[in-house]
């Protein structure tokens, strides 16, 4: 599996299930150990396998309704400095795009960088851009549909609480571009952590992923 065969299986015209099937084979390699791989505690309250890194693009699982908490001081409103596609795996998943206007009269919000260090540190810095944002609506995307997104939107995942999803994400680095989200107009600069998991929790995790992924398969 490698970024370039799921970039073709995610566009229009090939068959529905083609994506599901090409991951199916990587997350078996990580439930039975073949493959050492801990899956990531996301401060936003998923976790993340990252399965592909190649220079600027890489590949993630991102498991939902794990019994993972969010940390509460990470921002749900974010953009990304790459481009990314993702594609439901099981479950539902709604994509919550958020307007941002420039406003220094009646700001609602702060823009704040990330800097993510490859020590799983992200440090959040304010910037002085203060803004006005407006989310809505939200496009929810069901099991074997694909979503995009470009570089520097401001967006939200949305899931239900309690009921679990998967998305397989491609992602692109696109320079030019930075990580930021969106915080309180007095807030200050801060730290969140992405912590690994244990290898028995993250084949455990996946062993449950895979369950889903096949059932989804029979129908």
């Not at 229009?12 to 299930?17: A, D, I, L, S």
């Amino acid at each position: 599996m490698d970024y370039d065969t799921l970039d073709r299986l995610l566009r229009p015209g090939t068959p529905r299930e083609a994506p599901r099937a090409s991951v199916t084979g990587a997350l078996e390699d990580i439930a039975c150990g073949k493959r050492e791989l801990r899956a990531v505690r996301h401060p936003l309250g998923f976790l993340c396998l990252p399965l592909v890194r190649d220079g600027a693009r890489g590949v993630c699982v991102h498991l939902f309704g794990t019994g993972t908490t969010a940390d509460p001081t990470a921002a749900p409103m974010h953009a990304h400095s790459w481009e990314l596609r993702s594609y439901v795996l099981y479950g539902r998943v709604g994509n919550l795009p958020v307007t941002v206007t420039d406003e220094a009269r009646t700001p609602t919000h702060r823009i704040f960088e990330v800097f993510s260090a490859p020590s799983g540190v992200d440090e959040l810095r304010p910037t002085t851009r203060l803004v006005r944002c407006e989310p809505g609506p939200a496009a929810s995307s069901g099991s074997g549909e694909t979503y995009s997104l470009p570089a520097g939107e401001f967006h939200a995942t949305v899931v239900t609480r309690g009921q679990p999803a998967a998305t397989l994400v491609l992602g692109r680095s696109l320079p030019g571009h930075t990580d930021l989200s969106l915080g309180p107009l007095h807030g200050r600069g801060h730290r969140t952590v992405r912590r690994l998991c244990g290898a028995e929790q993250t084949e455990r995790t996946v062993r449950t992923a895979l369950r889903r992924i096949h059932a989804e398969q029979r129908e």
